[in-house]
């Protein structure tokens, strides 16, 4: 028996890149799961991103948060790379652990300048932790800007 797919949509206006282009070895050979890349169509201003899942808040940190969607399915959203080295500057939370959202929630402002003037990596994986490379596929079109909202990637979960 099949579950009910999960649709993951764009968290943000942005690049879809393939993970293996991530500058981060944990991320690009999807040690924490399968997954796609976003890189920010802009550095300056803020950037917000959205619930690109509805769910349960499982976790959140100023440069990452974590939804659960149920069925033991979890989607990461890591905003640049080795952006926890910032402590927070850059990033304001509007969520906390625990909260419901819906997809499309306001979850993070993000300054991608900061990171960027730090000299950090600006690739975004969205993550789907630790699912089976056959049940996660990619719909976005790699190489193309997505717009919030935008499906990324179907998570299909077969019942044990």
Do not use: K
Not at 134 to 153: K, R, W
């Amino acid at each position: 028996m099949t579950l009910e797919p999960v649709i993951i949509a764009a968290p943000f206006t942005a690049m879809a890149a393939a993970m293996s282009y991530v500058p981060d070895e944990v991320f690009a050979s999807n040690i924490v799961g399968p997954g796609i890349a976003l890189i920010p169509t802009s550095t300056s201003g803020r950037v917000e991103v959205f619930a690109p899942v509805s769910g349960v808040v499982a976790a959140v940190f100023p440069h990452a948060f974590s939804i659960d969607v149920g069925d033991s399915r979890n989607v990461l959203v890591h905003l640049g790379i080795d952006t926890v080295e910032l402590r927070g500057d850059g990033f304001e939370l509007h969520v906390s652990q625990g909260d419901t959202v819906e997809r499309g929630d306001l979850m993070i402002s993000w300054e991608p300048s900061v990171a960027e003037q730090a000299g950090y990596a600006l690739h975004c994986p969205v993550v789907a932790v630790q699912a089976e490379d056959s049940g996660f596929d990619i719909v976005a079109e790699l190489g193309q800007p997505v717009t919030v909202g935008t499906p990324l990637a179907v998570w299909r979960l077969r019942e044990a």
